[in-house]
Structure formats: structure tokens, C-alpha cells
């Protein structure tokens, strides 16, 4: 059982090894305890395996021709397999989840490891096997100790040497010279990805200000409901999320905030995007117009003001067209994004 960044209880069946297109495959994500009891997969079964998209191995179904006597079926953990927590299951949901946030060393490493990712801290060098040998010694407990490790104590380390340590030391201080929106977005909060903690930043300016802000406010900004304001709003109002910033922020960040231009052709649009698009991918197309002040919308209604056009277009296409809503092309929108 693998215990997510956010807690949540992920099975994982073990393989005897087998070759799919060249790649060997020794383990399969089996989703949820849903999938495993609609499958009825039972320890020691053999299965169907395909890799899904070509690289995601999947349990497709049980060889029930095969299957021996007497295997028993798969029971719900009751504890979290790495704290011993009691798994709680929220409504209407299918995982099961550790509640233990930042006590839980499975959740704190998987933290670390989310928050030092390219997209987010961009911290080069910081790899899942030394985020593990860092908890296990003892030398980190949250992600802000990164920030006072020492060369001596990083050499220590297997596989490292001083090199390699002054090299890490000196990825994780200039981590510290990063975007407000990249900083929202290593911190984890569940639903907010990268275009969201764009929003945030752009919308809040600081990280103060955003751990201030109402669920209300949350919910006024482009592209952000209840569930995932509620969410926000929770990871801020929790002890641990607001000493951890503090933690950080005393290492001396400088967080700097995205500059807006509200002078440009989308500015105050409702803006809906469909369709995929060559040139571009639509979370940078999506980042692009919010940073020229347009709000970017998942759906079509008349306070549509333009929908910008990829192929193989949903149902999105027909209702725009319905509503008299401008409708631009891939072309189109390069050139407006490039004057």
C-alpha cells in the first residue's frame, strides 16, 4: 500500500516480472479498493496487464482459469501502513486516507519530493532515495529543515560525496530566488495545481495575503469553486501549514509576484478553451491569457465572450456558436498572444 502526498491509501499489486513493448514490468497500480473488489483480484492470481497510454501498467482482468483454491480476498487496510494512523474515508469518496498530514513520514517524504519537482522549488539533485535517507537519519522532519542543511552533515549520505553535497546545498539556497506562484504550488495543497497558484498569486499578490484571504474571495477567482476553496482555505486556517511558511519564509525567500497585463486584447474576457492545439499546450495557452488578464472558464453561458478553438472540439463548439459567441482559431490566437 503506498500512502500518497495528501494521504490518500493507494494499492499496488507486485508482479513476477513480464516484458511489455520492451519495458519489464514488476508493479501495477490497482487505483482503489473499488477497482480491486470489481476485478476481484485476490493475492496470487494471475492477470491481464497492459500498459495504459503506453506507459501506465494496469491490471485489465483476472485469468480466472488460472486462479488456485482457497485465495482470499483483499481486505481495507484499517491503519495507515507507514504512521499505524486509523484511515478515515471521506464522503462520497473511494479512497481511504492517512488523516495525519505532516506527522505521517510517507506523506512528509512525498511532500518534500512534490515541493523540491521542476515545476515547483525546481530543486536539482534532490531525489526520492535521498529524501528517504534524510528522514531516516533523522537530519529533516519538515520541508523548511532542507533549508539549514549543511554540507557536512549531506556528505554523510550514501552515494555522496563533498562535491555532490555543495552541489545540492547550493540547489536548495537558489530555490529560495523563486516565483510567488511557484511557491503556492510546491506548498501541495490538494486541488491546486499549476494554474491555479497562477491565479492565486496574480489575484493576492503575497503569500500573506493569500493565507488571509476569505472562502468567498477564493471563490471569486477564475477557475476556483467551492470544493477546491474550501480546501485552500482549510490548508491555511491548519497550525502546521501556517508554521511551516513561517518556518520558510525566515530563510529569506523572495517570493516575487507575476506581473498582469491588463492592457492587451483579453483583458476582463470570460475566455473557454476546447479542443487540443499544436503549437501550444492548452496549461500554457490557459496561463498566457490569465497573465494578459483574461479569465479562463470551463464552460460555455452568455457572459461568454470568446472561445478559443483547438481540434477536435466538444460540445463546447455547437453552444458557443448557439450563444453568438466569438470564436477564435490555433492561428488566430498566436498571432493576438504574439503582437
Known amino acids: ?96 486516507r492517512c488523516p495525519k498530514n505532516q506527522k505521517c513520514p510517507a506523506q512528509i517524504a512525498e511532500a518534500i519530493k512534490h515541493f523540491a519537482s521542476r515545476n515547483a522549488m525546481n530543486i536539482e539533485g534532490l531525489g526520492e532515495k535521498i529524501i528517504q535517507q534524510l528522514i531516516q537519519k533523522n537530519y529533516i522532519k519538515d520541508i ?98 501556517n508554521q511551516l511558511i513561517s518556518k520558510l519564509l525566515t530563510y529569506g525567500f523572495d517570493l516575487i509576484p507575476p506581473v498582469r497585463n491588463l492592457d492587451s486584447n483579453f483583458s476582463n474576457k470570460i475566455i473557454v478553451i476546447t479542443g487540443s492545439f499544436n503549437s501550444i499546450s492548452r496549461r500554457v495557452l490557459k496561463e498566457e491569457l490569465i497573465k494578459r488578464g483574461g479569465k479562463v472558464t470551463s464552460s460555455i453561458s452568455q457572459k461568454t465572450n470568446l472561445l478559443i478553438l483547438g481540434e477536435n472540439p466538444g460540445s463546447k463548439l455547437a453552444k458557443a456558436q448557439e450563444l453568438k459567441v466569438e470564436i477564435l482559431n490555433e492561428e488566430k490566437i498566436n498571432q493576438l498572444l504574439n503582437t
Not at 482457497?70 to 504512521?83: D, E, F, M, T, V
Not at 489575484?203 to 471569486?220: H, P, V
Open 1 to 96: 500500500y503506498q500512502v500518497g502526498r495528501l494521504g490518500s491509501i493507494t494499492p499496488v499489486a507486485e508482479l513476477e516480472p513480464v516484458k511489455i513493448g520492451g519495458v519489464t514490468i514488476l508493479n501495477a497500480s490497482l487505483h482503489n479498493f473499488d477497482e480491486i473488489a470489481r476485478l476481484d483480484t485476490r493475492v496470487g492470481d494471475t492477470v491481464f496487464i497492459k500498459r495504459a497510454g503506453d506507459v501506465i501498467p494496469q491490471i485489465t482482468k483476472v485469468n480466472f482459469e488460472k486462479r488456485k483454491k482457497g485465495l482470499k480476498k483483499i481486505r481495507s487496510p484499517i491503519n495507515c501502513p507507514s504512521c499505524g494512523s486509523l484511515l478515515v474515508r471521506e464522503r462520497d469518496a473511494t479512497a481511504l
Open 144 to 241: 523548511a529543515d532542507l533549508y539549514k542543511l549543511e554540507k557536512k552533515v549531506l556528505a554523510k549520505l550514501e552515494g555522496f560525496a563533498e562535491k555532490s553535497a555543495s552541489n545540492l546545498v547550493n540547489s536548495i539556497a537558489i530555490s529560495k530566488d523563486s516565483t510567488l506562484e511557484r511557491f503556492i504550488y510546491a506548498l501541495g495543497i490538494r486541488e491546486v495545481g499549476e494554474s491555479t497558484a497562477l491565479s492565486l498569486a496574480y489575484n493576492f499578490g503575497s503569500i500573506k495575503n493569500l493565507m488571509k484571504a476569505t472562502k468567498e474571495e477564493l471563490e471569486e477567482i477564475n477557475d476556483i469553486g467551492p470544493v477546491a476553496a474550501g480546501f485552500i482555505k482549510d490548508y491555511f486556517f491548519q497550525k502546521d501549514s
